[in-house]
């Protein structure tokens, strides 16, 4: 089993900037690759960028150039930096682990809102 839990939402004006942060508990060995992904009122869940344990990264195009996930080969802390907000950036984001053994397994954190005044 993993436990993720998100800090760091909140909210900001048009332009600003916000720093997701995730923590890791559980069978951290096991975890492949990490995630974060949005949801808006409405709206399906998508992922915005992730993170695998040998360092590649994926990022949706709406948030490229802008969003940089971090993180380090451990897996116990996993970061979202977000710059040059929008308010079309307000969702519940989500942390998400994922296991690729014996079959896709994910794991998802509580969420953390993040709205963007315009």
């Known amino acids: 089993q993993v436990q993720l839990v998100e800090s760091g939402g909140g909210l900001v004006q048009a332009g600003g900037s916000l720093r997701l942060s995730c923590a890791v508990s559980?069978?951290?060995?096991?975890?492949?690759?990490m995630g974060w992904y949005r949801q808006a009122p409405g709206k399906q869940r998508e992922l915005v960028a992730r993170?695998?344990?040998?360092?590649?990264?994926d990022y949706a195009t709406s948030v490229k150039g802008r969003f940089t996930v971090s993180g380090d080969n451990t897996m116990k802390m996993v970061f979202l930096q977000m710059n040059s907000l929008r308010p079309e950036d307000t969702a519940v984001y989500y942390c998400?682990?994922?296991?690729?053994?014996?079959?896709?397994?994910?794991?998802w954190g509580q969420g953390t809102q993040v709205t963007v005044s315009s």
């Open positions: 993170l695998t344990r040998i360092g590649s990264t």
């Open positions: 559980g069978s951290i060995v096991s975890i492949d690759d």
């Open positions: 998400n682990a994922r296991v690729l053994y014996a079959g896709i397994h994910d794991y």
